[in-house]
């Protein structure tokens, strides 16, 4: 059973940083494709950043030279470093596994950036 858990989530002032781990657990992280997306209220989810199993990562062009995926294979982990956050990136964060045309997703945790 796939099970994908965030945290590092919080309320941070605009400036600030922080940093989302996700542990995942019955999926190797890897092998497979990872990613982080948001949601805000009222919005669809969105792609936040992804990495391949080779490496090769892209981000969404609000948050490339700020957010750093990255991902800690021994520990079956993925982080997402948030850093220069702004009030606009508030959303709930997901981690994403891609296997086999499948989507494996978390439960979650609200990043809220206050002004």
């Known amino acids: 059973q796939v099970q994908l858990v965030e945290s590092g989530g919080g309320l941070v002032q605009a400036g600030g940083s922080l940093r989302l781990s996700c542990a995942a657990s019955g999926i190797i992280v890897s092998i497979n494709e990872v990613g982080w997306y948001r949601q805000a209220p009222g919005k669809q989810r969105e792609l936040v950043a992804t990495?391949?199993?080779?490496?090769?990562?892209n981000y969404a062009d609000s948050v490339r030279g700020r957010f750093t995926i990255s991902r800690d294979n021994i520990g079956n982990m993925l982080y997402l470093q948030m850093n220069s956050l702004k009030p606009e990136d508030t959303a709930t964060y997901y981690c994403?596994?891609?296997?086999?045309?499948?989507?494996?997703w978390g439960q979650g945790t609200q990043v809220t950036v206050s002004s």
């Open positions: 990495s391949t199993s080779w490496g090769r990562t």
């Open positions: 994403n596994v891609h296997r086999d045309l499948h989507d494996y």
